[in-house]
Nanobody
Framework: QVQLVESGGGLVQPGGSLRLSCPASGRTFGTMAWFRQAPGKEREYVAALRWSGTTTTHADSVRGRFTVSRDRAKNTLYLDMNKLKPEDTATYYC????????????????????WGQGTQVTVSA
């Protein structure tokens, strides 16, 4: 049974950092991603990578502050978030598909077949 369980969220002050983790139990995927959803807003793409190779992309809103990465030995996806802003406050979701998506397809949530339950990130003074 495939399970994606995010962890690492919490309350942090503006300018602070957090690391989100998403261990993928049950299998290895072709492409994994992070999305987020703020209250009253649509779910938006944050970052993604192909499990093999080095292809990664990040949304313009987080580029230079957030970094997606993976540990193959632990079968875990990470999101390192630095210089956090109040507008980063959202529920962050891990998503995965068995397909090796091309980079231009990373941001489309419909391309992902598996989703975690989400972890809350709140950036506030």
């Amino acid at each position: 049974q495939v399970q994606l369980v995010e962890s690492g969220g919490g309350l942090v002050q503006p300018g602070g950092s957090l690391r989100l983790s998403c261990p993928a139990s049950g299998r290895t995927f072709g492409t994994m991603a992070w999305f987020r959803q703020a209250p009253g807003k649509e779910r938006e793409y944050v970052a993604a990578l192909r499990w093999s190779g080095t292809t990664t992309t990040h949304a313009d809103s987080v580029r230079g502050r957030f970094t997606v990465s993976r540990d193959r030995a632990k079968n875990t996806l990470y999101l390192d978030m630095n210089k956090l802003k109040p507008e980063d406050t959202a529920t962050y979701y891990c998503a995965a598909t068995s397909r090796n998506l091309i980079a231009s397809s990373f941001p489309a949530s419909s391309n992902y077949d598996y989703w975690g339950q989400g972890t809350q990130v709140t950036v506030s003074a």
